[in-house]
């Protein structure tokens, strides 16, 4: 378990209430996403809808989904992310980059 990041947290704090789920959701897996919602049994196609080609998950949108390479690359300055390039990366970045869809 990793140690408490004071500066994350006082950035989280001073999300809106809709900001703040949309990059819990990011995070944890846990978003309206096809692939959350198909375990939920509330979608039946797990898959990314803008590619179809792998399912929709918060890694998927943020670094590997081939229909937003241009977006993605704008953002982060690279085409593709991995774990650990988005682990790196910050939280304002992730959500400025997720409320584009």
């Keep these: ?9 006082q950035y ?10 949309l990059l819990v959701g990011l995070l944890t897996g846990h ?6 919602l198909a375990l939920l049994r509330r979608m039946d196609d797990p898959l ?7 399912e929709d998950t918060s890694l998927h949108l943020l670094g ?9 690359c704008e953002f982060f300055g690279r085409y ?9 990366e910050q939280w304002s970045t992730l959500l400025r ?3 584009t869809f």
Excluded: W
């Excluded at 989280?12 to 789920?21: D, G, N, Q």
């Excluded at 990314?48 to 792998?54: H, T, V």
């Excluded at 593709?80 to 790196?88: A, I, N, R, S, V």
């Design 1 to 9: 378990m990793q140690a408490v990041n004071i500066r994350l947290a």
């Design 12 to 21: 989280a704090v001073r999300l809106s209430r809709k900001e703040l789920r």
């Design 31 to 36: 978003n309206t996403l096809n692939r959350h």
């Design 48 to 54: 990314c809808p803008l590619c179809k080609e792998e």
């Design 64 to 72: 590997y989904c081939c229909a937003i390479v241009k977006k993605r």
């Design 80 to 88: 593709f992310l991995g774990p650990g390039d988005l682990t790196q």
């Design 97 to 99: 980059f997720a409320k």
